[in-house]
């Protein structure tokens, strides 16, 4: 009994735990947030940070001395000088030698120092890149997330009006069976009601999609269950639109990404031109050798005039008598080559000019969207309400057409015409609010408001 009530304990918190992923429902925040630990765009970022560290690693290298080793095992096997003779003779001998060598830049045009300034830029310029990649993903998954809400409050409409309609199927069957109104009248209210089953349709298909589309934006791998929460709400939480243009331009230049990146990549084009520059100067070097060898064929002395072969001498006494060591410093004067190195200057200078223009460009890029974005908060905002006094409009002629269908003033024709304007006015809310919504959304990005806090 004992086993089995273990069991049924574990596969009811099991079936829990199944109910709760199912119905766990995701915010902004969530989707942002799990957007930019996952998304493949921004890893691949990430990936460049990684590959400017690296060739940071290389930059201080430049700095530090080089020590490169070698060594050598040789047989000459074939036609060889006797020593003992001086015969020619087939012998095979064996030969070992080791060296070893060391540099050091001490002066080279200071292009190591800026090879190192510039690696630091390209940090920072990479740092900037994975900000940027990261706002972008949040400002989609943001836009794609709003979208869900707007098919989920847009089905619930059809869903609400398709209630309505099949009501007043009834209460005109009713108002048939007693002369009210005409047959032909009924068959218009069928006729609404199953156009409003066509609407729901296509609403359940959107909301599908979008929710997909947002699904795979977060590179989510289960999705079928997936649904976000429904708090929203579309209002200037912040008051971003008391700001003035001028004041919110003034906190993007700021504040803004690109722009940083664009002044970031000036400076790193600018260290381009001080590196290159540097191959018009000399370069001086120094260095220290050391080279040694070992023979393993006998050796042959004079005793008494007479040659005696002897056995090679130690490996670590030859090592030791047999090493050699050359130390000096090394001098190179630039004096043609080509025009390689005037050729990289005024090619890194054609790459500065290029790099000025592209801070101007962004300045001036920055400037319209900003203005654009306050333009069209304020739109969204005029747009919205305007669509609220509609809505209210709409309802009260609606209920004003529905008393006198109701009592046979009006016939089907106008009433349902009545009805779709009323249908048409409660959509144009829900794409007027979510617009504003994200337009807000948009300036609060330029004035340095996050999304979300990363």
Known sequence: ??????????????LSLSIQAQTKKWTLEECVKY???????????????????IEKKGAIGN????????ASHSWNVGLNQDPTTGLLRNQTTQYSSFGARVGVDIYKGLQNQNALRKANLSIIAAKYQLTKMQEDVALNVANAFLQVLFNKENLKVQQEQKAINEKQLLRSEELVKA????RGDLLDIKATVASDNQKIIAAENALLISKLSLAQ??????????DVTDETTAKDENNILAQTPIAIYEKAKEE?????IAKTNLEIAEKNVAIAKGGFQP???????????????????????VPVAQPAAPFGKQFTDNKGQTFGAQLSIPIFNGFSARNNVERSKVNLEKSKIAVEQEELALQRNVYTAFTDAKGGLNAYESSLVALDARQEAYNYAKEKYAVGIMNSFDFNQSQ???????????????????????????????????
């Open 1 to 14: 009994m004992k086993k089995i009530n273990c069991i049924s304990l574990i596969f009811i918190l099991l």
């Open 35 to 53: 957007a930019i630990d996952n998304n493949i765009s921004i890893k691949q970022t990430q990936l460049d940070s990684k590959t400017a560290d």
């Open 63 to 70: 700095f530090i001395p080089s020590l490169n080793s070698n």
């Open 179 to 182: 002369g009210s109104v005409p």
């Open 217 to 226: 934006l977060l590179q989510l791998k289960e999705f079928y269950d997936f």
């Open 256 to 260: 803004r990404t690109e722009l940083k």
């Open 283 to 305: 370069t001086l070097q120094g260095f220290y050798n050391f080279n040694t060898r070992i023979s393993y064929a006998d050796t042959y002395a004079l005793v008494n005039g």
């Open 420 to 454: 779709t304007l009323l249908s048409f006015a409660q959509s144009e809310v829900l794409r007027t609010k979510y617009d504003y919504i994200f337009k807000i959304k948009i300036l609060e990005f330029y004035f340095g408001i996050p999304i979300i806090k990363i």
